[in-house]
Each structure stands twice: as C-alpha cells, then as structure tokens.
C-alpha cells in the first residue's frame, strides 16, 4: 500500500505542478485522504466505493492499453530497434570489457525484484485470493492464477517498456523513474493522457490497497487471533502506512518493499518444495479428467 499511494501522489503531482505548487510537498496530505477512503470501505464498510472501483478498474485498463498500442501503431518502425535495446540493457550487452558479467547479474536480479512486485508469483498472496473460491478442482484455480503474470507482466509491462523506449523517454527523461517516466512516454505521443493515467492509478491504488488489506487480514487474524479491536488494530497500522507512503521518495519505498516482499518468499517457497509431490499428483489426476472428459465426449 506504501507503494501504490506514493505512485498515485506523484501523478497526482505531475498533473496539477502546471496550475498549483499546493501539492508538491503534500505527500503526507494526499495519503491521509487516501488513507480516510480506503479506511471507509476496510473499516466503515463502505462497500459501495469498492463496488463502483471494481467497475471502473477494467474500463481504466482497457483505455490504458489502448493508449499503449496506439502510441506503438504510431512508431511501429521503432518496434524492433526497441526489442533490440531493451534485450541489450538487460544482459548487459551494452557493458564493456569486466564489466559484462557484473552489468548482467544487476540487469537479472533488477528483473527478478520487479516481475516479483508486480505478478506476486511465489510470493504467496494471490494463493489467499484464490483460495477463497468455490470449486471442486482447486488445481482449476491455480490454472487460472497463471493468467495473471502472464497479463500483467508479458503483455502489460512488455507494451509499457516498448512505449517508454520507442517514445525516447528513457533517454530524455533523466532522473524520472515510476509512473512519472511512464507518464512522459504517454504524453509524448497523446498530450491528454497524463490526466487519464492519474485517475487510472489512483483507481488502480485504491483497489490493489482495498485487496492487499485483505491479505493482510487474513495474515494477522492467523497469527494473533479474530476479534473486533485486533481487527481494528491492524486495519489502522495498515492506513497509517498509506500516508507513510505518500510522504516519503520513492527509493524508500521500493526500497522497504523489495525487503518485504524477499521476506515473504522465503517461507513460500519452502512450502512449494514440501507440497510439491502433493501437486504433482493432483495435477496428474486432474488432466487425466479433463482427457478422459474429453475421450468420453468425442465417443
């Protein structure tokens, strides 16, 4: 939640430097209001918010990539030069001499840290999400789970590095990082597209914080037990970060939730290596239903 409020701030921030300078140290003023809406709905119960958010999401994603493939359609020449410097800076092909081997292990663990931010996979989250559906095939829902990395980080992430790169944003942009280097790629091919990516990102934040604070929930009534005030407890801790969040750089940031996230790994994928012949023998048995289904149908 950190993250997704300091993001939402710095757009927030980008779009409004030209009309005001009111919010350009205002971190901590944006994260309590962020703070006091997210708190309505995890602890006032306010579910029409999140009901109107999760209509609104999909509609923010679907503009977004759009605006993504558009910009491409308009440099589609620069596509491939695009490929080529992309898969040249992350294995370090661009390095000289020693620094070839050093440049690569940094470009990889680089990748890693963010694909793992984003997608959660083997982090052990979505698993909580997951879980609570109703089906007899629970391998189903771990198939379903798959999609996720795939939408997210190959289609996603692969068509925002293409923009940022074949819009020259990454050259031109010194020092910017996050969704304000996105944002310049954006506004670099549709000038109006920053207002649109700050309302999307500040949806995106709000809902990705509502589902994390779930996750949390489920974490911290495992460990200390349910109850109303433990409840309570954690849901303010979790509010309090928002505008923690909000208020310091992003470094920081990313910083503390690389260390977390890493943390949270650990005893994951311990417990993937343990229950791992359990999954190869339920994921055996389940495709043996679907081809003795599908056998049964074609007789």
Not at 77 to 102: H, N, R, W
Not at 205 to 218: E, N, Q, R, V
Not at 226 to 249: D, M, P, Q
Request: aromatic fraction near 12%; hydrophobic fraction near 55%; include cysteine.
């Amino acid at each position: 939640n950190m993250f997704q409020a300091n993001q939402a701030y710095q757009q927030f921030v980008s779009i409004t430097a030209d009309h005001t300078t009111f919010w350009s140290d205002k971190g901590w003023l944006f994260g309590l209001i962020m703070a006091v809406i997210v708190g309505a709905v995890i602890i006032g119960g306010i579910k029409s918010i999140a009901r109107v958010t999760s209509k609104l999401v999909p509609f923010m994603a679907g503009i977004y990539l759009l605006a993504g493939l558009v910009i491409l359609i308009m440099n589609v020449e620069q596509i491939p030069t695009a490929f080529k410097v992309i898969y040249e800076d992350a294995f370090g092909l661009s390095a000289v001499g020693g620094g070839l081997v050093g440049s690569l292990m940094v470009s990889l663990l680089q990748g890693v840290r963010r694909a793992a931010f984003s997608n959660e996979a083997g982090i052990g989250s979505a698993a909580i999400a997951h879980a609570s559906a109703q089906t007899n095939n629970p391998i189903s829902q771990g198939i379903v789970a798959m999609l996720g990395p795939l939408i997210d980080t190959i289609i996603i992430c692969t068509m925002t590095a293409l923009v940022i790169v074949v819009t020259g944003a990454y050259h031109e942009s010194t020092g910017m990082e996050g969704v304000a280097l996105t944002s310049r790629a954006f506004e670099s091919g549709l000038s109006w597209f920053p207002y649109v990516l700050a309302i999307a990102v500040i949806l995106f934040a709000f809902s990705t914080m509502i589902s994390w604070s779930y996750y949390g929930l489920k974490a911290f009534t495992y460990l200390f037990g349910e109850g109303v005030n433990k409840e309570l407890i954690y849901k303010f801790i979790f509010c309090t970060l928002i505008i923690l969040g909000s208020a310091i750089n992003l470094g920081s940031v990313i910083g503390f939730t690389d260390a977390m996230i890493f943390a949270m790994s650990i005893p994951n994928i311990i417990g993937l290596y343990i229950l791992a012949p359990d999954l190869k023998k339920d994921l055996k048995n389940y495709y043996e239903k679907i081809i003795k289904a599908e056998i049964k149908a074609k007789a």
